[in-house]
């Protein structure tokens, strides 16, 4: 079959195409690597972090990837159209492609359901999906525009924005003893 790449350079051990970006990740996998991880240079990213951390907890085998630039590599974009990370692919499972670090994380969790990182009731683990959906859609967007911000005069008004953001935790302490799972 007509390959959608430009011919192949052998650069080492892994296959380089003349698509911008460089090393081209959907080629060559290790078919005994479980599952491939795609995050930033160093994994600075949280969200990538996040997934990280879930996949190191969980035990899970990974090869990570690393993908930098703006724009994202050609060969990224051809994994996630998107072209944030984190996203993994999966050999395993016909080289599947998962995307968004929520996802992932509850997808990791799928694959070990007897791991202890989510609650076992559904009102607990619905409770972590809010937590979570919170942190991703206000206390994250509150603190990277403080942290940017070179506004002097907006410094009050967003470290109170930030401050509010991070009450939502704090009120849900209460809460917190049915969402810790006994190790």
């Not at 390959?3 to 078919?31: E, H, M, Q, W």
């Not at 944030?84 to 050999?91: N, S």
């Not at 499972?93 to 990182?117: F, G, H, Q, R, W």
Request: hydrophobic share 35%.
């Amino acid at each position: 079959a007509a390959s959608a790449f430009a011919p192949l350079r052998s650069v080492g051990c892994r296959a380089k195409t003349d698509l911008r970006g460089g090393y081209d990740s959907t080629v060559g996998i290790d078919p005994s690597t479980p599952l491939q991880f795609f995050t930033t240079p160093d994994n600075t990213c949280p969200y990538a972090a996040r997934s990280f951390i879930a996949l190191k907890e969980l035990g899970i085998p990974f090869e990570t990837q690393e993908v930098s630039g703006r724009p994202k590599p050609d060969w990224y974009l051809k994994i996630n159209p998107r072209g944030k990370v984190p996203a993994i692919k999966i050999p395993t499972e016909e080289n599947a492609v998962v995307y968004e670090s929520a996802i992932i994380c509850e997808y990791l969790c799928d694959t070990k359901p007897d791991s202890t990182l989510m609650p076992t009731d559904a009102i607990s683990r619905a409770q972590v999906r809010l937590l979570n959906d919170h942190c991703d859609t206000v206390l994250t967007p509150a603190q990277f525009t403080f942290f940017m911000s070179k506004d002097p005069e907006k410094d009050e008004e967003l470290s109170a924005g930030l401050e509010e953001a991070l009450m939502v935790y704090l009120g849900m302490r209460s809460s917190w003893r049915r969402l810790v799972v006994p190790i």
